[in-house]
C-alpha cells in the first residue's frame, strides 16, 4: 500500500504527464493508475511496425475506456539502418527513436514529463533500451517506487487492467545479424496469434529465413505438436519446438 501511495504522489509530481503507452501490461497499469488519481495525462504510443498484433489496439481500447486523450505516432522503423539491418545495437537505436518522438509530441501537447512502464525488476544487462530512457529524461515511476512486476500485476486487480503476457518486440524473434524483413515480421506475428489461441501463457517463434523454433510452456507439448502442421502451412520450411520452453534471450534460441 505505501508503495502505491508513493505512485500516486510520484505522478502527481510530474504533471502534466505524457504516458508512453505500448498496449503491454505495465504501462496500462500506468495509465489506469494515473486516471483513479486524478493526474493530468495523455497516452502516446507509437505504431512502429514490430509490436505483436493487438498490442496498439490494446492501447487504443484502454485509453478510450478511461477517457484519457491518446495520440498515435506512425514510425516505420525499417526505414532505420541499424533496425533494418538488425545490428547489435538495434534495441538501443529503436527504443531512442520511438522516445524521441514521444518527447517531441508531448512537448508540442504541453506535457512537462514523459513518463513509461519500466519497473525495478526490469534490469539494464537484458533491456538496451533503457538507456535511452535515461538520455532523454524518462521517468519511470514503477522503478522509482520499488515496484516490481509482482506488484504491477496486483494493482492491475485492483484497476481492472488485464495482465497479458509479456510480450516484445517482433525483430527479438530475429538472429542477430540477420536482416529484418516485413515478410519475416508478418509470418511470425500470424504464428504466434494462432498458438495463442489454443496455447495459454508466453509464446515466441524464433524465426530464421523460413526456419521456426517454437517456444511455449512444456507442459502443453503435445498441444503444440498437433499445431506445427498448421504453423509450417503460414510458409515456414521447417518448425520446431524448443524442448526447454520460453527462455529470454531473444535470437540467442537459435545458439542453444
Not at 17 to 26: K, P, Q, R, V, W
Not at 90 to 116: L, N, Q, S
Not at 133 to 140: A, D, M, V, Y
Request: proline letters at 7%.
Amino acid at each position: 500500500m505505501a508503495r502505491v501511495c508513493r505512485l500516486d504522489a510520484v505522478l502527481k509530481s510530474y504533471e502534466p504527464i505524457a504516458i508512453a503507452l505500448s498496449g503491454g501490461t505495465d504501462s496500462s497499469v500506468l495509465l489506469a493508475s494515473a486516471r483513479r488519481h486524478g493526474v493530468r495525462a495523455i497516452a502516446i504510443s507509437v505504431d512502429t511496425g514490430l509490436a505483436p498484433p493487438g498490442e496498439l489496439a490494446a492501447a487504443r481500447e484502454l485509453a478510450d475506456r478511461l477517457g484519457v486523450p491518446h495520440v498515435t505516432i506512425p514510425l516505420d522503423m525499417l526505414d532505420i539502418p541499424a533496425v533494418r539491418e538488425n545490428r547489435p545495437d538495434r534495441c538501443y537505436v529503436c527504443k531512442r527513436a520511438m522516445m524521441e518522438a514521444i518527447v517531441a509530441e508531448a512537448g508540442r501537447r504541453g506535457c512537462r514529463t514523459v513518463v513509461d512502464g519500466t519497473h525495478a525488476d526490469d534490469q539494464p544487462a537484458t533491456r538496451p533500451g533503457m538507456r535511452a530512457l535515461h538520455e532523454l529524461g524518462i521517468r519511470s515511476p514503477f522503478a522509482e517506487c520499488g515496484m516490481g512486476k509482482v506488484d504491477i500485476e496486483a494493482l492491475a486487480a485492483d484497476l481492472g487492467v488485464a495482465v497479458r503476457p509479456p510480450s516484445a518486440c517482433l525483430t527479438t524473434r530475429i538472429p542477430t545479424g540477420e536482416p529484418v524483413t516485413r515478410e519475416c515480421l508478418a509470418l511470425v506475428g500470424v504464428a504466434e496469434a494462432l498458438l495463442a489461441r489454443e496455447i495459454p501463457g508466453t509464446i515466441r517463434v524464433r524465426c530464421s529465413g523460413r526456419r521456426a523454433i517454437i517456444e511455449a510452456d512444456p507442459a502443453y507439448r503435445r498441444r503444440l505438436e498437433r499445431l506445427l502442421g498448421a504453423v509450417k502451412d503460414l510458409g515456414f520450411e521447417d518448425v520446431a519446438i524448443a524442448p526447454g520452453g520460453y527462455e529470454e534471450g531473444g535470437a540467442d534460441s537459435w545458439k542453444r
